[in-house]
């Protein structure tokens, strides 16, 4: 079994940053991807960025290039997301999720087999 935790989360004003971090804990973690979502108030979830856990690719919404990064620490089974230049429309919460088989499918939810409980991010105007 594989637990995710995020931590990271809170308000901050338009234009700033933040950055969120994704613990797993379990027997053995070697997921194939790891990534992370958000969904806000009325809206369904979406992706937002992804990382190769054993190689250099990455992937991101196109609404958040340039701005966010995702990297990992594959020694301490994290990854994080740092977010720049944040807008209120970044408002939601944020989850991060493990994907265990070999997809291409890398922005679609049911892809992903654990799910972290989310982190709230407000981005004031």
């Known amino acids: 079994q594989v637990q995710l935790v995020e931590s990271g989360g809170g308000l901050v004003q338009g234009g700033g940053s933040l950055t969120l971090s994704c613990a797993a804990s379990g027997r053995t973690f070697s997921p194939y991807v790891m990534g992370w979502f ?18 250099d690719v990455s992937y991101y919404q196109d609404s958040v290039k340039g701005r966010f990064t995702i990297s990992r620490d594959n020694a301490k089974n994290t990854v994080y997301l740092q977010m720049n230049s ?17 997809t291409r499918a890398v922005i679609v939810s049911s892809e992903y087999a654990y799910w972290g409980q989310g982190t709230q991010v407000t981005v004031s105007s």
Not at 89 to 100: I, N
Request: a positive charge.
């Open 86 to 102: 944040l807008k209120p429309e970044d408002t939601a919460v944020y989850y991060c999720a493990a994907g265990l088989h070999t």
């Open 38 to 55: 958000r969904q806000s108030p009325g809206k369904e979830r979406e992706f937002v960025t992804a990382i190769r856990w054993t190689a």
